[in-house]
């Protein structure tokens, strides 16, 4: 936890040269700094808490509630942002990427039908910036607040020589719970059920190496403002569609789309006999995806398993309750395209598992 900036200030003496003392900070770490970002994050912690919290920040370890749950399951999950901190150390713009890396974290455990219960962040640094630390906090804190869920707990480090100047490297753990008789596995999906595409908020946090290649590198385009808003987009949270379907029984199963595509997170949740045909014109291309087609001449393959292509969520529903899928989506104002449908596969064909026709 963050009580690790806690320690008292230790001096060493060298007594072959009497007089001379080495600090904590001449070794580079600052712990007066560390203490002035544990300060500013309590405030956007606090915020997040609700009565199931049952320890402060700055606690060895979190404590939360589970009371009120009969048969929980619990779903975890941990993820990072990836070199989309790129764009934000070269724009200066650091309180949209803990958003990013909570929605991100939020969707890995909603596709199990999991609610968030609370999260931790582990933010690394080579020489701490207490106003860079908090503005990152910031946005997880907001992403946490818009999931209902909260943050109880993190790790700030500081390690001289360990990042570049400027830089510093992000994760987060969540943990969810779904009573166990509702826990989404994917294990009733058959053979003629529909695909529902819900649509993302540009690249989210995947393919960012290969988009900076393509667009700084080969591409010669330099990070105008315009650029960095449509590369800084925020990963999109699809916990609202998704509880809604659950809890209207209508939904079989989910994927959150991020690294590996359509091609590689449809599969993941589908029984070993099924595959899954797909129209990519059935949903609008998004401006940022024509961008990189236009860059550089990536393979379609390639293209296809690196980027989400515009779609962050993929719903499977039954084709007999489409009507009433289509009228809870509309309800809660969520866009969607039915993007293509479950087959019949076997994993000795010459088919491959995703078909995009």
Known sequence: MRGKFRLPLIRYTDFS???KQTTYRDAGVNINEAERAVSLIKRHAAKTFTSRVLTSI???????????????VLVSSADGVGTKLKIAFATGR???????????????IAVQGARPLFFLDYFAVGKLDATVCADVVKGIARGCRANGCALIGGETAEMPGMYAPGEYDLAGFIVGAVERKRMLTGAKIKPGDLLIGLPSQGLH??????????????GGKKLSPKLADELLRIHRSYLKPLLALQEAKLLK??????????TDNIPRVLPDNCGVEILPSSWPQQPIFELLRKAGDVPE???????????????????KKIGFVTQ?????????FEIGNVVRWEADSQQPRVNYL
Not at 94 to 108: F, R, Y
Not at 206 to 217: F, M, P, Q, T, V
Not at 253 to 262: D, K, R, S, V, Y
């Open 58 to 72: 700055g606690s060895f370890g979190a404590g939360f509630s589970l009371k009120g749950w009969r048969d929980p």
């Open 94 to 108: 650091h309180d949209t990427v803990g958003e990013d890396l909570v929605n991100h974290c939020v969707n890995d």
């Open 253 to 262: 199963g989910a994927a959150h789309i991020t690294g590996g595509g359509l």
């Open 328 to 336: 809870t989506l509309r309800r809660i104002r969520e866009p969607f």
């Open 205 to 218: 946090t995947n393919g960012y190496s290969l988009a900076r290649k393509l667009l700084l590198d080969k």
């Open 301 to 319: 393959d390639d293209f296809r398993r690196t980027f989400n292509l515009g779609i962050g969520m993929v719903l499977v529903v039954s084709a």
């Open 17 to 19: 040269a009497v007089g």
